[in-house]
């Protein structure tokens, strides 16, 4: 398998479809939860208003697409705790097609809930339009990736399913409430919407509710895809190189610290949008802007 990288990652990557879909926690997990939460946010929040009804599809998506982040950590942890990726490794097949394989699985894995997520919310649940679909794929893809790079991190650098499990709740739980993709940013006291552009949940959910209200400019959207990709290329190299096939392969507590490196081009990006960005600006001109809109028409934004 050594000779063909691609042809490995894309071997791979059946294999870990195949694997998924068979697995019916997972199934529920992908499909089934993310829609009952839709439901139930357009149900209570949404007033029958489908400027609001696109902005709860925007974060439902945001979940969706971040589940990448949990999933792939504990499933490499399980293989190479159950010595699968040894056997792997016997094939021999290094680290990156093993680790691409994965980010492939995953989104295309994650595409068929995205693409029921949205016809619900348009025929079920009346949302108007269909926002700016080309923006929805493109954050969609590069978020993907971006989020399975960063559980594979977490998968790299933790030796036991326990210590997975708890260092992904502290981060998971972080980038779901601080982001805006269960509460909306703007109703956060401003030192929390400032602290929240260092985060990388946060392009994405604004970038996705944006994009689902047809709220997004396009240089807002080139801003989130280039901060996101940005992010899965740093993750992916780091992940890369701190891969671990063995279960007898321990790693130091200080190897932790690479998931904070990772977050360099956040920090970068979040820096610059505290001193000259306008991007809290415009978050908290959309949210006013949702409140008072009629429900017959979605809001139109000033560019």
Do not use: C
């Not at 971040?66 to 399980?78: A, P």
């Not at 978020?143 to 399975?148: H, P």
């Not at 030796?159 to 509460?183: C, H, K, R, Y």
């Amino acid at each position: 398998m050594a000779s063909n990288p691609i042809g490995n990652t894309l071997t791979l990557t059946k294999i870990r479809v195949r694997l998924a879909m068979r697995n019916r926690t997972f199934l529920f997990f992908s499909l089934i939860m993310p829609l009952g939460f839709l439901f139930f946010f357009v149900t209570i929040f949404s007033k029958n208003d489908p400027v609001w009804t696109a902005y709860i599809l925007g974060a439902i998506l945001t979940m969706t697409v971040m589940g990448s982040f949990w999933g792939l950590s504990v499933q490499l942890v399980m293989f190479r705790e159950a010595g699968i990726l040894r056997r792997f490794r016997l094939a021999p097949l290094g680290a990156g097609p093993m680790l691409a394989s994965s980010i492939l699985a995953n989104y295309i894995l994650v595409l068929p809930s995205v693409a029921i997520e949205i016809l619900v919310t348009k025929f079920v649940l009346h949302m108007h339009g269909w926002g700016n679909l080309w923006a929805i794929f493109l954050l969609v893809t590069i978020g993907s990736a971006t989020f399975s790079s960063f559980g594979l991190i977490v998968a790299s650098v933790t030796n036991t399913m326990q210590e997975t499990q708890v260092i992904n709740q502290v981060i998971w739980t972080a980038f779901l409430f601080l982001s805006g993709a269960t509460v909306p940013l703007a109703r956060f006291p401003h030192w929390i919407q400032g602290a929240s552009l260092f985060m990388p949940a946060t392009y994405l959910a604004t970038g996705l509710e944006n994009a689902a209200t047809n709220l997004a400019t396009n240089s807002e959207i080139i801003t989130d895809l280039i901060a996101l990709t940005i992010g899965v290329l740093v993750a992916f190299e780091i992940s890369r190189q701190l891969f671990r096939w063995e279960p007898e392969a321990k790693v130091p507590g200080s190897a932790k610290l690479w998931v904070l490196v990772a977050m360099i081009p956040f920090l970068a990006f979040g820096t610059y949008e505290n001193v000259k960005g306008d991007r809290l600006a415009r978050i908290r001109q959309d949210f006013q802007m949702m409140n008072r809109t009629a429900t017959a028409e979605p809001p139109s934004r000033s560019h």
